[in-house]
């Protein structure tokens, strides 16, 4: 853990630049080491074909990330991030936020580890 789901409408697919932004992501949350540990972080982006924004008149966009934890991590740690990863959202997108209508957004889910399984042998790798 951390997981983050990046969706994004296809209308802005050419000009969001989401790998970049992943990269941006996981920068983010490595640089709050120990908090989360390098090997548990997996980052995604799912293009939306199937949508709509408002009154759907327009061509709306939008951009919504939701950052999934395990719990026990203290509410200013969480913000802390939180913050760090939406303004590092909200730099990314300012051309294009700029430009065109757009939504950003972002959303923490912190669930109980009794409800997850994991089996991951990337740690070891960070654990030298």
């Known amino acids: ?13 050419n000009k969001a630049r989401i790998p970049e ?6 920068g983010v949350l490595i640089s709050k080491s120990p908090l989360f540990p390098t ?3 997996r980052s995604r982006a799912i293009e939306l074909h199937d949508y709509r924004v408002a009154d759907g008149k327009e061509d709306d966009a939008f951009v919504h990330i939701t950052l999934k934890i395990g719990a026990g991590r ?14 590092m ?5 300012a051309e294009l936020f700029s430009k065109r209508y757009l939504a950003l957004s972002m959303e923490l889910f912190e669930f ?6 994991k089996h991951n042998n990337i740690h070891q790798r960070y654990k030298k």
């Open 74 to 87: 203290s509410v200013e740690d969480k913000k802390a991030v939180c913050d760090a990863l939406f303004e």
């Open 89 to 93: 959202t909200k730099d990314h997108f």
């Open 112 to 117: 109980n580890e009794a409800g997850t399984y």
């Open 21 to 26: 932004l992943l990269e941006k992501i996981n």
């Open 39 to 41: 090997g548990g972080i």
């Open 1 to 13: 853990m951390p997981h983050i789901i990046v969706e994004y409408t296809d209308n802005i697919k």
